[in-house]
């Protein structure tokens, strides 16, 4: 049995902003010296990283519709051990989950972790009577308070009917949403806009009530942690693109290339002019790398390795920005053409967007060194970027022929989708042990 002090906060009401909150909430504990690691209940990147800069840890990532149980210990387990609270960040009910099945849920990750549950209330949509209470609940925060006798009125009547704690609230004055909301995307809340979700928070803040929900409970230990697992018998060098532009990783993932025995190194696509020595597999995570294209396109020394690297038969993956680097050109929000590496005949355009990403499930039509035709792969569609297929892609789509989620050849592979490999285990073999297939039979560079 393990004990960690861990607990979880989520929204409850459909499109409700749960970000002030969270962020607020990050940051008092900051203030009191408390080292947090914050873990999202959706296997996919935020539109801000706002948690990892307030924490100065890492985001990891938990999703129940990727893994089982004894995995969600695994991975919370690992990424939890040196903090002193763990908190998963989510919304209850998902409505992609409730819909269609797809996507992680929040409670089925509160009640594998035995997570004690605070729900945020959007205090300007409550009417009436207090709404029903959900299963879990342990503690309530409220945003979007009018004023101090709001506040009092819904603290009596949550209290009385839920007969939970009040722990704060944000007011409604401030506006903090619609601050969150002119960040653009990529980019990290300002020091100065941490400092007043934090100082707004403080002013009703009741720590007795959190300490006592930060929950100490035992779980049960995991009996083969997959980061104690046999190493790898084949030696596999993993060149991982990371600079301004390319810095969207999932940790759990580099970790366990680590623990099977890869030697993980990294490269700048912006400033270098080649890949580390005998490199197996090249990763191009995603990021903003619209706003370097101009130096991504003149770097001719980098796009020349890359190409180098798959006509010597060797892997690449690129996801979200890292796609864009493979394709033919970039396109900026700006409406600027940029020439990129060449790798794969599409055009990859980039969006300002503030949307989630979308749970996706997709299934090869094709093999690749991911997996075999037939083979499902989940993650969730990146909203920054759409792709524009250019000739004859027939060869180069790897899954049903409308979509353009998973594009490329045997060895190149662009997605749309930001996986996990960490969470699908299969695909997590074929780095060290990939599947084999055949080249294509149209060239890429044809309309380059």
Not at 82 to 97: C, L, N, T
Not at 386 to 391: A, C, F, R, S, W
Request: proline residues 6%.
């Amino acid at each position: 049995m393990t004990t960690v002090s861990r607990l979880a906060i989520g929204t409850l009401q459909p499109d409700a902003d749960r970000r002030p909150m969270f962020w607020a909430l990050l940051e008092l504990l900051r203030r009191e010296g408390v080292q947090v690691q914050s873990f999202a209940s959706r296997a996919c990147f935020p539109v801000h990283p706002a948690a990892s800069v307030i924490t100065g840890r890492k985001l990891r990532h938990l999703d129940s519709w990727l893994m089982d149980e004894e995995t969600g210990r695994d991975f919370f387990a690992q990424g939890g051990q040196f903090a002193d609270v763990s908190v998963v960040d989510g919304q209850f009910g998902s409505f992609d989950a409730a819909k269609n099945g797809l996507g992680g849920e929040l409670e089925t990750l509160c009640r594998w972790l035995r997570l004690p549950t605070i729900v945020v209330l959007d205090a300007s949509r409550l009417m009436g009577a207090v709404p029903k209470r959900p299963e879990r609940v342990d503690g309530v925060l409220l945003d979007r308070v009018a004023d101090s006798q709001h506040f009092s009125r819904w603290t009596t009547d949550i209290q009385a009917v839920w007969h939970v704690p009040v722990l704060g609230s944000l007011p409604a004055s401030a506006e903090f949403g619609c601050k969150i909301d002119k960040i653009p995307p990529g980019r990290a809340p300002s020091t100065e806009l941490i400092r007043q979700l934090g100082d707004a928070l403080a002013e009703t803040w009741t720590p007795e009530h959190f300490d006592r929900l930060s929950s100490d409970e035992t779980i049960p230990s995991v009996e083969n942690s997959l980061f104690k697992s046999e190493r790898a018998t084949l030696r596999l060098n993993v060149a991982v693109a990371f600079d301004e532009a390319f810095f969207r990783y999932f940790p759990c993932v580099l970790d366990l290339l680590d623990a099977r025995g890869a030697t993980v190194v990294d490269f700048s696509p912006l400033h270098d002019e080649h890949l580390p020595p005998e490199t197996d597999v090249v990763l191009l995570g995603g990021g903003v790398p619209e706003r370097h294209a101009a130096t991504l396109a003149e770097n001719h020394c980098m796009k020349t390795a890359l190409r180098n690297h798959v006509r010597w038969g060797k892997r690449i993956y690129g996801e979200g920005g890292g796609l864009a680097l493979l394709c033919q050109q970039m396109i900026t929000p700006e409406g600027e053409h940029a020439r990129m590496a060449g790798l794969l005949p599409a055009v990859a355009c980039s969006q300002r967007s503030l949307a989630e990403p979308t749970p996706i499930e997709t299934i090869l039509s094709r093999p690749n060194w991911m997996g075999r035709a037939g083979d499902a792969i989940r993650g969730y569609r990146d909203p920054g970027w759409t792709i524009e297929t250019l000739g004859e892609q027939a060869d180069f789509r790897t899954c049903h022929a409308d979509s353009t989620d998973l594009i490329g050849t045997f060895q190149t592979v662009g997605s749309l989708l930001e996986i996990h490999f960490g969470l699908q285990a299969s695909l997590m073999n074929h780095f060290f042990y990939p599947h084999l297939c055949a080249p294509p039979k149209v060239d890429p560079w044809r309309n380059s």
